[in-house]
């Protein structure tokens, strides 16, 4: 039996693509379905990594208590019952979507799962509701990489997941970057970066460089594993994390300096990082800046008597006016310079200095003239403005060195600290990121006595999770405005009534202000994947 | 103002009872000397306690710090303090390494006026590198910590590396003691390395003094340590983009490559290894004078033998084989070059 009845989650899924390819993080990778079958099998396994796994879509599957379900969305919505029903009804994702569900986020992978599914039955459309679907808690597998035991997945890109994991001989913490042949294949010039990259991280050796550690090969698996200091993750899924996706001046300002001493060194190394943004500057723990991703970057040769570049693949938006331009030629440092004006200004201000509908428009404002900072941007900080405009001098010549950089009048100074820094996002739902690695270490040396319990569950387990929670708070709510009403001057049980058909309503509103916030959060990380049972025949 | 005990002491009168005290110190007899250690201690605790704060008090008020800044520069503090640094007991020379430290960090806006003031009274510099001398080893390794937080400042490195001074690390980095060297070293090479424009410009304008009198010398010693370390920063001082000119004129000098040559003979596979990295600059430059070529040309089959079977063991290091191979079909394929 297959499941096809995911429409809702297919939706989010890839608008959840789309969302990452507008931010240029590497989108466009979205092949769909034009894969042969034969991976199928692999990826089915693979996903059983995830978080939940559905196990089956059981259509003999009995709702009884439905009715207290929909009790509980009555109060909460202030809807008639009938209503609630015939939404349920109709609509079987309904409660679920609004509700946050832990447990409808895909990824793209699955979705490949998903279009493979599809593809096996041919045209055998079956529909199954979610409400039949029956999930299965991950299990916590022990599972070990050479000599690095692997933990909880940490961030998805084009190329494969990061997860983290641990040293098993001196128990440091680390991530591992996993990357599969197939999806490199994918990637225009994917193989060949990754080789440049690794050969590039190989001699460094910079506090602000991101270290490689090790190299893991599997052929079995067509997998490659880059072993990796721990990061928690990068400027750029902090602004998105934070209002307005932008930080204050000081905190970019000490950022901006380890950027700085990163580069200088990676350019004393003859190393042309040639893709700085934010989203390639991950942050440790202890908030110290590494420079990441040399998929790109470019290395002079040791006798090159000067610094000129002939190629250019770094992200649009970061890109200088003498590659928008396409010139022939060009200062490979100056380069790194531009971007890493445009890193800092958008740091700062949320905003690019130059923007279009698509990326032609884009490189043709870029290419079009000198960028003219705002005034509004003097008025923050008329020395930051300076120095931003000073990087992004369409002149290569005119545009300052990092020697120049260093003098500069906002680098030297130290910008009062004016408020709380934005902080980096929580992994599901954990501030202090602790580690995801002891939780399977655990389960693999003390049993897992509590595990046996509900390790299966359904739609339904959760929604009613979900209106117990709902008729809790509900209640309440209930109480608290009886307990106002009782310390009303005159008590008339209209008011009470009213107070709390109102007091119901806000409730209603801030629950899916709520929700939609942790959707946010969750769909970073959690993900679900629809796996077939062998013993299950399609009807 | 605390209610109980004795009222704080503002910052003149700390400095002023300490330049007292350290005076005493100098000066003094037996009696006395023991009275002023006491006080020299206890002023420097106040003073450290001042900027730093402690445990169960507020973090210092910035106008308290600019104020006793202010009075250690007009009192001329700070050389008294490092002047006499042997005299203070052993707590003592911590605490005055870290109120240096603290103070010569301070900022205003784009100043650092503790900066501004030792770059008119370089003598603070020098006798602070005249702590590697062998006169006070007790004394090393606090200067020590102190020159590397003078160093992170261009303006004060600039001095240190311009200053006949310098060229005594050649000798402080030999020094028998094994930790006062190491130490001496890192503050030699964090003056090498850190300003990467100044650096190279200071080894540009004395490439002779430095390489060819100096540099050899550590090379070529007799202390094994002494001459890994300062064959490793060769190699980065030469690998370094900034230095490219600096590199040029060094792997044009054929004195240079019989040097790496014999290094990588050497006994110790650490430095044969290191030697290797500075030897495959010479190979690889595509305009090699005359003299070098020479040299690489009267050795070319036993360079090739000698390479193929040079740390063949280092088979995961991808970098290193590649390079070797590299340098061996570079030797292999070495044509004099035809007459003009």
Redesign the interface.
């Known amino acids: 039996m297959t499941v096809n009845s995911t429409h809702a989650m297919e939706a989010e899924a890839q608008f959840k693509i789309a969302q990452r390819a507008g931010g240029g993080g590497g989108g466009g990778q979205h092949l769909g379905s034009n894969k042969s079958l034969e991976v199928a099998g692999k990826e089915i396994a693979d996903a059983a990594d995830d978080e939940t796994t559905v196990l089956l879509a059981n259509k003999n599957f009995h709702f009884d208590t439905a009715s207290e379900l929909d009790e509980a969305f009555v109060e909460l919505n202030g809807i008639s019952a009938e209503e609630a029903m015939a939404a349920s009804a109709e609509e079987p994702d309904n409660h679920t979507d609004q509700q946050h569900n832990p447990v409808t986020w895909l990824n793209d992978y699955e979705i490949d799962t998903l279009d493979l599914a599809t593809l096996d039955i041919g045209n055998m459309f079956n529909r199954v509701d979610s409400q039949d679907i029956i999930y299965q808690q991950k299990k916590k597998n022990l599972k070990m990489v050479g000599k690095y035991v692997m933990g909880d997945v940490l961030g998805e890109g084009s190329y494969g997941k990061v997860k983290e994991a641990m040293d098993s001989e001196n128990l440091c913490r680390l991530a591992v970057k996993i990357l599969t042949k197939r999806k490199l294949r994918r990637i225009p010039n994917g193989e060949q970066n990754v080789t440049r990259e690794i050969?590039l991280l190989?001699?460094l050796k910079h506090q602000n460089v991101v270290s490689l550690i090790d190299v893991l090969y599997n052929n079995e698996k067509q997998k490659m594993y880059l072993v990796m200091e721990y990061c928690v993750g990068g400027l750029q899924e902090m602004l998105d994390y934070a209002p307005n996706k932008k930080m204050p001046l000081f905190q970019a300002h000490g950022y901006f300096k380890q950027l700085v001493d990163g580069l200088?060194y990676l350019?004393?190394?003859?190393v042309i990082h040639k893709d700085i943004k934010p989203g390639n500057l991950l942050l440790t723990l202890d908030q110290t800046l590494k420079i990441s991703d040399f998929g790109v970057a470019e290395q002079?040769d040791?006798?090159a008597p000067d610094d000129t570049c002939t190629t250019g693949q770094g992200s649009p938006a970061f890109q200088p006016p003498e590659i928008a331009n396409g010139h022939e030629t060009f200062s490979g440092y100056k380069v790194d310079i531009w971007s890493t004006g445009v890193t800092l200004y958008n740091l700062v201000t949320g905003l690019y200095p130059f923007e279009g509908d698509n990326i032609f428009r884009l490189l043709e404002n870029i290419g079009r003239s000198q960028w003219v900072a705002p005034d509004w941007l003097f008025e923050l900080d008329a020395n930051f403005a300076n120095l931003v405009l000073g990087m992004l001098q369409a002149d290569p010549n005119k545009r300052l060195s990092l020697?120049q950089i260093r003098k500069d009048?906002w680098f030297?100074?130290?910008p009062e600290v004016t408020g709380p820094p934005i902080p980096i996002p929580p992994l599901k739902g954990d501030e202090i990121r602790r580690s995801t690695v002891l939780p399977y270490l655990e389960a693999y040396h003390y049993g897992n006595e509590q595990e046996q319990e509900d390790v299966y569950f359904t739609e339904h387990d959760v929604n009613q999770q979900l209106a117990q929670r709902a008729a809790a708070a509900a209640a309440e709510i209930r109480a608290q405005q009886a307990a106002a009403a009782a310390s009303a001057l005159e008590p008339s049980t209209s008011a009470a009534a009213a107070a709390l058909a109102n007091g119901n309503r806000e409730e209603t509103a801030s629950k899916k202000k709520g929700s939609s916030l942790k959707r946010r959060a969750k769909k970073l990380t959690s993900c679900i994947s629809v796996r077939k049972l062998s013993h299950c025949r399609t009807s | 103002m605390p209610l109980f005990g004795k009222a704080q002491k503002t910052p003149a009168e700390l400095v002023k009872s300490l330049k007292e005290a350290i005076n005493a110190l100098e000066t003094g007899g037996d009696r006395k000397v023991e009275k002023a250690q006491e006080d020299v201690s206890k002023n420097l605790v106040s003073i450290k306690n001042m900027l730093y704060g402690t445990s169960d008090s507020e973090p210092p008020a910035d106008y308290v710090v600019a104020q006793l800044s202010q009075e250690l520069y007009n009192s001329n503090l700070l050389l008294l303090l490092i002047q006499n640094l042997h005299r203070i007991d052993f707590e003592g020379k911590k605490h005055v390494a870290l109120i240096f430290n603290n103070v010569l960090r301070r900022q205003i806006g784009t100043r650092s006026p503790t900066v501004e003031y030792i770059c008119t009274k370089p003598e603070i510099l020098f006798t602070l590198m005249g702590g590697y001398e062998d006169a006070h080893p007790e004394i090393a390794l606090n200067s020590g910590t102190m020159l590397r937080e003078c160093a992170r400042y261009e303006a004060l490195a600039k001095i240190m590396l311009h200053s006949e001074e310098f060229f005594k690390f050649f000798r402080y980095v030999e020094v028998s003691t094994f930790d006062i060297a190491s130490d001496a070293f890192s503050t030699f090479k964090e003056l090498l390395t850190r300003h990467k424009l100044l650096c190279a410009e200071f080894l540009e304008a004395n490439y002779d003094k430095f390489f060819t009198q100096h540099y050899q010398r550590l090379l070529n010693s007799d202390n094994y340590v002494t001459r890994r370390q300062s064959l490793k920063l060769l190699g980065e001082l030469l690998l370094d983009r900034h230095n490219f000119t600096v590199m040029t004129r060094y792997i044009s000098e054929p004195e240079n490559l019989k040097l790496m040559m014999n290094m990588l003979k050497e006994k110790s596979r650490n430095i044969q290894f290191e030697a290797f990295h500075v030897f495959k600059v010479f190979v690889a430059n595509p305009n090699k004078p005359k003299p070098i070529l020479d040299i690489l040309l009267r050795n070319q089959t036993k360079l090739v033998d000698f390479l193929t079977n040079f740390h063949t063991d280092r088979s995961e290091d991808e970098q290193f084989n590649d390079e070797k191979a590299y340098l061996i079909k570079q030797i292999k394929e070495l044509k004099p070059l035809p007459e003009a």
């Open positions: 050969h190989k001699q200088e350019h004393g190394c003859r002079l040791l006798f020697q009048h030297i100074s130290a």
